[in-house]
C-alpha cells in the first residue's frame, strides 16, 4: 500500500472516530438533522434555526479533499433567519449566510467555495446595522459549481445547473445550465 493510501485511511479512521463529537457539536448549536455525514469539523453559528435533511454531507476537510477547500459554514444572523437543506445534499466547503430564509432542495451538489448569502448593506444609509434581505431558494437536483456565489432574492430552478465563477443575482429556471458573471442561461436541458 502506498505512503498516500495508508495516510488517507488512517485520516479516515480518524475521521470515523470523531463523528460521535461532531454530532454532539451540531446537537449542542440545536440543528435539526438525521443521519448525516461530517468530513472534518463545519462552523456554526446559530441565532435561528437550521435544519438539515437526511443523508446530507457536509465536507469541511481539506486533508483529503484539497488544500483550497474552505470549511463548510452555516450563519443564521439573527432568531427569525432560517437555513433548510433537503436530503441527500453534499456540501463541499460551502458557506451559507441567512438574514431571512434560505431553502434548498433535495439532491443538490455544492462544489467547492460556494456562497450563499440572502443579504446585503443600504448603501443609502451606510451607518445603520440593519440588512435588506430576500429569501434564496434552490429547487431539487441542482448542481452548483466551484466558487459560485448566489445573491439574495435568487430563485434557482429544479434540475438546473450552475457553472463554475458564476454570480447569480437573477432567477435561474428549471432545467437548464446556466453561468457568467451575472450567470445567464447557456443552454436548456
Not at 80 to 85: F, L, S
Not at 150 to 165: D, E, M, Q, T
Request: contains cysteine; hydrophobic residues 35%.
Amino acid at each position: 500500500m502506498s505512503f498516500l493510501k495508508r495516510k488517507q485511511t488512517i485520516y479516515l479512521l480518524f475521521e470515523f472516530l470523531r463523528r460521535p463529537f461532531y454530532k454532539l457539536y451540531l446537537f449542542r448549536r440545536n440543528i435539526n438533522s438525521k443521519n448525516i455525514t461530517i468530513m472534518g469539523k463545519p462552523i456554526i453559528i446559530n441565532k435561528g434555526n437550521i435544519s438539515l435533511g437526511k443523508n446530507t454531507k457536509l465536507i469541511s476537510s481539506s486533508k483529503f479533499y484539497g488544500a483550497s477547500l474552505d470549511k463548510t459554514a452555516l450563519y443564521t444572523i439573527n432568531k427569525n433567519a432560517e437555513i433548510k437543506i433537503g436530503d441527500n445534499c453534499t456540501l463541499h466547503g460551502t458557506s451559507i449566510r441567512s438574514n431571512s430564509k434560505i431553502e434548498i432542495g433535495d439532491n443538490c451538489i455544492f462544489a467547492s467555495n460556494v456562497k450563499l448569502i440572502d443579504h446585503d448593506h443600504d448603501l443609502k444609509n451606510r451607518e445603520s446595522k440593519d440588512y435588506i434581505s430576500k429569501d434564496i431558494k434552490i429547487g431539487d437536483n441542482v448542481w452548483v459549481g466551484y466558487n459560485v456565489l448566489i445573491l439574495k432574492g435568487v430563485n434557482i430552478g429544479k434540475n438546473s445547473v450552475i457553472g463554475a465563477g458564476s454570480v447569480v443575482v437573477k432567477d435561474i429556471p428549471p432545467n437548464c445550465i446556466a453561468a457568467g458573471n451575472p450567470a445567464k442561461v447557456i443552454k436548456k436541458l
